[in-house]
C-alpha cells in the first residue's frame, strides 16, 4: 500500500529547506552547548536554572489567563 500524499505535505517537501548532514547538525549544536554549559560556575548554573523557573511560572501563567 502507498500512503496516501496530503496537500499540505507535498507542498511542504518541495518548499522547505534541508540542511545537508541530516541529524549530524542538531547532534553537534547539543555536544557544543553540553560542552558550553558543563564549564559554567555553580552560581551560574543556578541564575540559569532560576531565569529558565521564573519564565516557565509566567509562560504557564499567560497561558491559562489567554484559555480562559
Known amino acids: 500500500m502507498r500512503k496516501k500524499e496530503n496537500k ?3 507542498e511542504l517537501s ?3 529547506f534541508r540542511i ?3 541529524y549530524i547538525v542538531p547532534i553537534l549544536a547539543i555536544l557544543v552547548i553540553l560542552f ?3 564549564n559554567l560556575a ?5 541564575a540559569i536554572g532560576t531565569f529558565i523557573g521564573v519564565l516557565s511560572i ?6 491559562v489567563v489567554s484559555h480562559n
Open 58 to 63: 509566567i509562560y504557564y501563567l499567560i497561558n
Open 42 to 46: 555553580l552560581n551560574e548554573l543556578i
Open 20 to 22: 545537508p548532514g541530516g
Open 8 to 10: 499540505e505535505d507535498s
Open 14 to 16: 518541495k518548499d522547505s
Open 36 to 38: 558550553f554549559l558543563s
